[in-house]
């Protein structure tokens, strides 16, 4: 990934995008796959990389399907991309404007009656068939049709079916404990999920697309493949459990590298407070540069005084509590412009995102999916 001084005038950070990385890993997601196909899952502004630009980029090679999380989503990504490729909403609202949805040809999320009732209406005003699949709720306890209630339901369906306001093209759920390789819950899941599909089949529908397995589900559980996966934070080289296997370890790489410029550095004594609360005080004379970026870029408060960055590298210690705009480090011989990598680099001592995320007692998928728009985003190769 191509590094150094791509600056915005106005903002003294960046994140580097690079698209090798992410062909790489599609790639590499892909020959897990196998025969399944490989829906890319771009939501929340693909992770906070830019759908736009990764959902290009999953098209120009290869990839038919995208999803998203909220319908709004999949509005706006539909136009920006031209209504390329196939896109499903998982999550809508009642009242939401299926009406657009269809006319764009986004396929939907069926998750419950009333969803079924305005999807059929919007069918009916627009005189689109509404493309569905069905979400079953095998243990995430989250969203999706009960056994029962999809049991119950099932006659409507198939009748909306008939009435050509459906067309039923996928039976999809979700993994509650698919990180966990021994878990039970995961076995349990398909076989609730076998059994929706056998309550589909029953009802005289088909469907073509059965997809359950996400990233961890592609990763550790084969057998879950079915006809398409959902691959989504392995697109990005953040493992979905790095306690099982580090990103590097299952062959994909960093997308999303974190960069910010210093813009003050002084020399202290020893016994200087620093920061917010004087969390740290130094203990010998030190060398503090501040770095631009803080809790409001997205950079999680938790890592005060536990991670670290690297300049030149060398690995500098965070020093005292992150604040709202900028942090202070320990960086000997540093000098005002110096370029500080936070995380997404290659090389001994520069931090992953899921590193930093262990800092911080949280995931990888949040450290990329939370820097703000103060963060510009660089598409590199």
């Keep these: 990934m191509a590094s150094n001084r791509i600056a915005d005038p106005h903002f003294p950070s960046r994140a580097l995008i690079s698209r090798n990385a992410f062909i790489h890993n599609l790639q590499r997601a892909r020959d897990l796959a196998g025969n399944a196909e490989v829906m890319a899952v771009i939501k929340a502004d693909a992770y906070g990389h830019g759908a736009k630009q990764i959902g290009t980029w999953a098209l120009d090679h290869g990839v038919d399907w995208l999803a998203v999380a909220q319908l709004g989503e999949a509005i706006e990504l539909r136009k920006a991309l031209a209504q390329r490729g196939r896109m499903l909403a998982l999550i809508a609202e009642p009242g939401a404007p299926f009406w657009e949805a269809l006319q764009l040809e986004i396929d939907l999320s069926l998750s419950a009656a009333w969803a079924l009732d305005e999807i059929a209406l919007a069918a009916t005003d627009t005189g689109c068939t509404a493309r569905v699949h069905i979400e079953v709720d095998t243990g995430m306890a989250r969203g999706g049709f009960s056994i029962a209630q999809l049991r119950e339901l099932m006659p409507v369906i198939a009748a909306s079916e008939k009435n050509g306001l459906i067309e039923v093209v996928g039976l999809w759920s ?5 990180d966990e390789l021994d878990s039970p819950v995961t076995r349990q899941q398909v076989g609730l999920f076998e059994t929706a599909r056998q309550i589909v089949s029953d009802a005289g529908i088909e469907v073509q697309y059965l997809h359950i397995a996400a990233s961890s ?3 550790w559980h084969p057998d879950t493949r079915y006809s398409m996966v959902r691959p989504g934070a392995i697109l990005y080289g953040i493992s979905p459990e790095p306690a099982n296997a580090s990103a590097e370890e299952l062959g994909f790489r960093p997308v999303m590298r974190l960069e910010a410029d210093l813009v003050s550095v002084r020399d202290v004594p020893a016994g200087t407070g620093v920061s917010y609360g004087h969390t740290a005080i130094t203990t010998t004379p030190t060398r503090l540069a501040t770095v631009p970026l803080g809790y409001a870029d997205g950079f999680p408060r938790h890592a005060s005084n536990r991670a670290h ?5 060398s690995k500098c210690e965070i020093v005292g509590r992150i604040c709202m705009d900028q942090f202070v ?4 011989d540093a000098v005002p412009g ?3 990598t936070i995380f997404g680099a290659t090389g001994d001592g520069y931090p992953t995102a899921d590193e930093l995320a262990k800092c911080c007692d949280t995931i990888g998928y949040e450290i990329v999916s939370r820097l703000g728009t103060r963060v510009p985003r660089y598409y590199v190769e």
Aim: net charge positive; hydrophobic share 55%.
């Design 174 to 178: 979700h993994f509650a404990r698919a």
């Design 217 to 219: 589900g592609l990763l």
């Design 309 to 313: 960055v690297m300049r030149n590298g």
């Design 329 to 332: 480090i320990a960086a000997p």
């Design 338 to 340: 110096d370029t500080v």
